[in-house]
T-cell receptor
């Protein structure tokens, strides 16, 4: 079974803090993705990576950065958290050329 | 770019059949996927249509018509556990990430 894990299920941070969200997958997948999910807006792509040290901007990258130093790990960084970044953050991975994306359980982030 | 449109909510009776439609506008198109997400859970893959026609997996079927830029997910013999959000998703080409619709919340009632 593919397993995608995220470092926290719930996180509360203060405005201006630097926030790290970690995602690890155990199936040697090349592709990894970060989405945020908000009510009525569906899943919106923040960043993705098709290989180690590679990153591409998604649809809403502003205010975020990512790091992919190892194949199994994809980190999302909020350099200076703001209240409008309160959201559910979902990480996903997939092998190349396959349609199936495997999602982690999500991190619900509250920025106060 | 891409945009996918699907109804925001659908309600159906236990044991019945329900169809969730998805229309898309894309600069390229590489097939339509469907994902299910229960409240508090992660999205899970249901089906993929790369070619026109019907794909069946148990009680769930998915259909694609490229000429109409349209697809649907069909759920038969509805069960209470099918209450969830359903997302259609598509990509421009084989090398681009999925773009998701905003999701359809299905409520199955007794």
């Amino acid at each position: 079974d593919v397993k995608v894990t995220q470092s926290s299920r719930y996180l509360v941070k203060r405005t201006g803090e630097k926030v790290f969200l970690e995602c690890v997958q155990d199936m040697d997948h090349e592709n990894m993705f970060w989405y945020r999910q908000d009510p009525g807006l569906g899943l919106r792509l923040i960043y993705f990576s098709y290989d180690v040290k590679m990153k591409e901007k998604g649809d809403i990258p502003e205010g975020y950065s990512v790091s992919r130093e190892k194949k199994e790990r994809f980190s999302l960084i909020l350099e200076s958290a703001s209240t409008n970044q309160t959201s559910m953050y979902l990480c996903a991975s997939s092998p190349p050329g396959r349609e199936t994306q495997y999602f982690g359980p999500g991190t619900r982030l509250l920025v106060l | 770019g891409q945009s996918l449109e699907q109804p925001s909510e659908v309600t159906a009776v236990e044991g019945a059949i329900v169809q969730i439609n998805c229309t898309y506008q894309t600069s390229g198109f590489y097939g339509l996927s469907w994902y299910q997400q229960h409240d508090g859970g992660a999205p899970t893959f249901l089906s993929y249509n790369g070619l026109d026609g019907l794909e069946e997996t148990g009680r769930f079927s998915s259909f694609l018509s490229r000429s109409d830029s349209y697809g649907y997910l069909l759920l038969q013999e509805l069960q209470m556990k099918d209450s969830a959000s359903y997302f259609c998703a598509a990509r421009n080409s084989g090398n681009t990430p999925l773009v998701f619709g905003k999701g359809t919340r299905l409520s199955v009632i007794a």
